[in-house]
């Protein structure tokens, strides 16, 4: 877990117990609050002998565990979760240790209670979780519970919405470096944590909350970007970048323009293309596993059933309105693709590529002062107006 990820949760797991005694009419007994992945969880297998629960063994980097009967999917080290076609965040991630998976012990408390209303319950005072007998009565996800965006750290009846700001790469990662032909002077990682700062410093102005995944000069993991946002319960996940020009084009210094991406599989070769490039920063992550990629499917497939994308696609569109106003090139529209560094949101989220490094003049605008502020400004116009249209969906009861 990221050092920001675990600050985000640390007041959360204080207050967690030691053990919690968990009863029904089968019986009684204590389970251990584990927290060496520095936030509380309990065993499955502590779990099943008393209370209706159940886990087959992971594979593919996927877990399974059912609850009286009901299935919830859960993507190991992800803090989020699927149950009834939607999905849910979480503060941190299941995981196996000494042939056992371990859950979130939010997910046992803060979850279960208000899906099976009636039947389980968590009394906080005495640390104790019952099943009651007399069936299932589930209670349906309610909007505030389920619908975009979903941050149940965050305490009940907070207003002010929260924005995570990604500014992409970072420490030796340093991203593209341009422009082509020419002595270079645009590092990625320089301009998108510029703006990002920038963007951070308009919605504060207005009275819109941040999270920045990260404040410096430093790596952080494509797939702990989405997570910390989630930790620290945003509302919605901008990851910033700049494109670069394959060098195999005929006009490749001569490539100029911006565009906003949310995800979903990619429809052209260029969005492929752009993904490929983003999601190359793994290779900077030295605990990153290769062979753990069937989760990006998993997580793509969900989403296309999911009302995140509908959500996100209307995000993306927002922001690049907003851009159009401001940015001296052209817009080369709203795309979608699988960038990794959007998979582990769950929430409404997008990538802006700002420009291009690669492009002499371009760089110079991304490089600039003046350049940059009149971007971030864009960028949060894009995401006041898609928080005022969010809110009163939400007043309406549609979110």
């Known amino acids: 877990m990221s050092a920001r990820l675990l600050a985000g949760v640390l007041a959360w797991s204080a207050a967690a117990p030691l053990v919690v005694t968990v009863a029904s009419p089968r019986g009684e007994r204590r389970v251990p609050v584990r927290a060496e992945r520095g936030y509380p969880s309990v065993a499955v297998a502590q779990l099943a002998p008393v209370l209706s629960v159940e886990a087959g063994p992971p594979r593919g980097g996927a877990a399974h565990v059912r609850v009286l009967g009901r299935q919830f999917d859960f993507v190991l080290d992800a803090g989020y979760f699927r149950f009834d076609g939607r999905i849910y965040t979480l503060a941190g991630g299941p995981y196996v240790a000494r042939d056992s998976l371990f859950v979130p012990l939010q997910w046992l408390i803060e979850y279960l209670p208000r899906f099976f209303d009636g039947v389980l319950r968590y009394d906080g005072g005495r640390a104790r979780f019952e099943e009651r007998p007399g069936g299932v009565a589930l209670r349906p996800p309610t909007a505030a519970a389920a619908g975009p965006p979903a941050a149940p750290a ?4 907070r207003r002010r919405r929260i924005v995570a700001l990604d500014p992409g790469h970072g420490g030796r990662d340093v991203g593209m470096i341009g422009p082509l032909r020419t002595r270079p002077f645009l590092r990625e990682k320089d301009v998108t944590l510029a703006v990002a700062r920038h963007v951070a410093e308009e919605l504060e102005r ?55 991406y949310f995800l979903a599989e990619a429809r052209t070769e260029d969005a492929r293309r752009v993904a490929r490039m983003e999601n190359a920063s793994v290779r900077f992550e030295t605990t990153a596993d290769a062979s753990n990629g069937d989760p990006l499917s998993f997580i793509l497939n969900d989403l296309a059933q999911n009302e995140h994308l509908r959500e996100s696609s209307r995000l993306a569109a927002l922001v690049q309105d907003a851009l159009s106003v401001v940015h001296p090139a052209e817009s080369r529209g709203v795309k979608q693709a699988g960038f990794m560094v959007l998979a582990t949101s769950y929430m409404p989220a997008v990538l802006v590529e700002i420009g291009f490094g690669s492009n002499y003049p371009e760089a110079r605008y991304l490089t600039g002062a003046a350049g940059q502020r009149r971007l971030a400004r864009a960028i949060a116009d894009g995401l006041e107006r898609y928080l005022a249209e969010y809110e009163r969906r939400v007043t309406a009861g549609n979110p």
């Open 206 to 260: 207005r009275g819109v909350g941040v999270v920045l995944t990260r404040t410096t000069d430093t790596l952080v993991a494509l797939g702990d970007r989405g997570r910390i946002a989630g930790g620290r319960g945003a509302d919605v996940f901008v990851s910033i970048h700049v494109n670069a020009a394959s060098r195999r084009w005929r006009d490749a210094e001569g490539a100029r323009g911006f565009e906003t």
């Open 154 to 157: 965050v305490p009940a009846g």
